[in-house]
């Protein structure tokens, strides 16, 4: 009897009126399309996006409905209704992914295309999404929502969202930091226009990364010491390796940290430029951080170059944080580390810093856009126990760079 009722139940959607059956062969047909001549373009050695933003967000959804189509196979006799098998699917791929983002990211290479395909904040909006469709899910509800709150409880700590306030007020005498990863300098840019927004923001201490040009073995060296001495007269300049600091107060000493091997960037070999600066009577240590990509989009993702790269970059990450972590560890100032740390929300390697605290402002602090979508935090601030943070906020570039710049103030507790 209830097996007639499913037969019955399901008997609707066979008979598939032809708009559906239209739209959902064009659901399947355009990413084709789009993914056929993205391939085209990319081994013609053409630009290897094509589309902008919109078909990225339609990729966005692919390692879900991958991992979603094994229960939907299993439980295809079981559950008749392709709607409550949809559901089920869905909330269990869900949960499947932030569990294997939890045990894998930054503890193997094998995680880092996952990484980027998945953007963080989709771990806490897609559980929600499945828990607002509960009602939909039928004999499956108790399922879909237990397996929808655990990927929703686990996601909340990988997604990276920040619920709370932003500090308390800055005292008087806190000092200004912004930091910033500038993308190939003014070298895309007016160079007037972008000295304008840069010193636009009036601070103690700027904290820039990638002041260099844009070319194979990046970052490409700029002289342009005259010109900074002359736009930030009485500050203190400090270089490495397309790391610049430029501080109004004293340089009592500076140091190159965490020296790794890039065969992808030869002149790129540092994770920080560390730089002891006096303020009031007490020293604090400030490093500017720039550590390696996760991956580089030079070679085809269907050649094993691509996934050679990836493993070695993984590798030359690990070191620098390694690095960094022991050069904090021993340090005896106080501490701010800022930059583009090249890692998102959650990943195991941020976990080398968890003596440091990581500045929090926006709810949800991404810092990286890709094709007209900011969707990833790439760029943060840590400070020691003996810094407080006040007002922590994002900037958006004007158009001067895929970053948004951090601006912060600090004092002592």
């Given at each position: 009897m209830m097996l007639d009722s499913a037969r019955r139940e399901e008997a609707p959607e066979r008979r598939t009126p032809g708009a559906v059956r239209i739209l959902r062969w064009a659901a399947v047909g355009v990413p084709v399309a789009w993914l056929a001549v993205t391939v085209v373009n990319w081994l013609s050695g053409d630009f290897w996006w094509w589309g902008g933003g919109a078909p990225l967000v339609v990729f966005f959804a692919v390692p879900l409905l991958l991992v979603a189509a094994v229960p939907m196979l299993v439980l295809r006799r079981r559950l008749p209704s392709r709607r409550e098998r949809a559901l089920v699917s869905l909330a269990a791929a869900a949960l499947a992914l932030v569990v294997a983002r939890s045990?894998?990211?930054?503890r193997t290479w094998l995680w880092v295309v996952p990484d980027l395909v998945i953007p963080p904040l989709l771990f806490v909006l897609v559980p929600l999404v499945l828990l607002a469709a509960v009602p939909l899910a039928?004999?499956?509800?108790?399922?879909?929502?237990?397996?929808?709150?655990?990927?929703?409880?686990?996601?909340?700590?990988?997604?990276g969202v920040h619920v709370g306030g932003g500090g308390d007020p800055a005292p008087p005498g806190a000092v200004k930091v912004v930091s910033w990863d500038a993308y190939c300098w003014n070298t895309d840019d007016d160079p007037d226009r972008f000295l304008r927004y840069l010193k636009s923001w009036r601070a103690d201490v700027y904290l820039l990364q990638e002041h260099s040009g844009c070319g194979p073995g990046a970052p490409t060296p700029?002289?342009?010491?005259?010109?900074?001495?002359?736009?930030?007269?009485?500050?203190h300049i400090t270089t490495l390796e397309g790391l610049l600091t430029i501080s109004r107060f004293p340089v009592a000493a500076r140091a190159a940290v965490g020296e790794t091997p890039n065969p992808y960037a030869p002149n790129w070999r540092h994770a920080a430029l560390r730089t002891d600066l006096r303020i009031g009577g007490r020293t604090v240590s400030v490093y500017n951080v720039h550590l390696f990509d996760m991956l580089y989009l030079s070679a085809s993702p269907l050649s094993p170059r691509f996934y050679q790269a990836i493993a070695t970059l993984d590798d030359a990450r690990r070191a620098q944080f390694a690095a960094l972590a022991a050069d904090i560890g021993r340090?005896?100032?106080?501490?701010?580390?800022?930059?583009n740390f090249n890692a998102l929300p959650g990943m195991g390697q941020l976990r080398a810093l968890d003596g440091l605290t990581a500045a929090q402002g926006p709810l949800y602090p991404a810092t990286l856009s890709f094709a007209g979508l900011r969707l990833w935090r790439m760029?943060?601030?840590?400070?020691?126990?003996?810094?407080?943070?006040?007002?922590?906020?994002?900037?958006?570039p004007d158009g001067l760079s895929t970053h948004h710049l951090q601006e912060l103030l600090i004092s002592e507790v």
């Open positions: 045990a894998l990211s930054g039928g004999r499956t509800r108790r399922w879909t929502a237990a397996l929808a709150a655990g990927a929703l409880a686990l996601g909340a700590t990988q997604a700029i002289d342009d010491a005259d010109l900074l001495r002359r736009e930030f007269p009485g500050h340090n005896p100032h106080p501490v701010v580390a800022s930059g760029d943060w601030t840590f400070t020691s126990p003996e810094l407080a943070v006040h007002g922590y906020d994002l900037h958006a």
